[in-house]
């Protein structure tokens, strides 16, 4: 007596959890199908359309689940997960990762040191990098913190269409900060 073991299809393409539900996964009875020339088939049976997507080789993959009934597509999933990983890329390319770049003040700083730290702020606001400004006090100088908030005041001033401010000076301990953004 001989016993038989059934063995699953091993050229079946394997999926992540993550992806898309494709051939046997997809639990709906009717889904709107698109064979492989990207031609909207309507809404057929699950069964006609596995046997549509095994009749020319490819597997059916569900591209729009949320909808009813869910949107399924005749395409060979290697080639359809190596197009959605070159759009991700694609996307991550596009993206402006913004930086934060601080310039540190004190409230009696010098004409010359205010110039160049408003310099240097333009620089930062012009490369596309948001600026926080901190202004540090010491000792007795925390009594006097309105001259620091005047210096952070004409800062904002100085900067004029060139960045907005993103969250006005405030008082934190022995610091006073802002954040300015490029406009």
Do not use: W
């Not at 698109?34 to 997507?53: C, D, H, M, P, Q």
């Not at 999933?77 to 070159?86: A, L, N, S, V, W």
């Not at 596309?128 to 100088?141: A, C, P, Q």
């Amino acid at each position: 007596m001989e016993a038989t073991i059934a063995t699953e299809n091993t050229n079946a393409p394997v999926r992540e959890s993550d992806g898309p539900r494709i051939n046997r996964e997809i639990k709906s009875k009717e889904v709107r199908l698109i064979n492989y020339n990207g031609e909207n088939l309507g809404v057929v049976s699950i069964t006609e359309a596995l046997k549509i997507a095994q009749e020319v080789g490819l597997d059916l993959i569900e591209i729009s689940p949320q909808v009813t009934p869910p949107v399924c597509k005749v395409l060979d999933y290697g080639k359809y997960k190596y197009e959605m990983q070159k759009k991700k890329n694609e996307a991550k390319k596009n993206q402006k990762v913004v930086n934060i770049k601080e310039l540190k003040l004190r409230p009696m700083i010098d004409t010359h040191d205010y110039e160049v730290k408003v310099k240097q702020a333009k620089k930062f606001l012009e490369q596309g990098d948001k600026v926080k400004f901190t202004m540090r006090y010491k000792g007795r100088e925390m009594s006097a913190n309105d001259m620091g908030k005047e210096i952070l005041n004409r800062l904002v001033e100085d900067l004029e269409g060139i960045g907005k401010v993103d969250s006005a000076p405030k008082l934190e301990g022995k610091q006073m900060f802002m954040i300015v953004s490029p406009a």
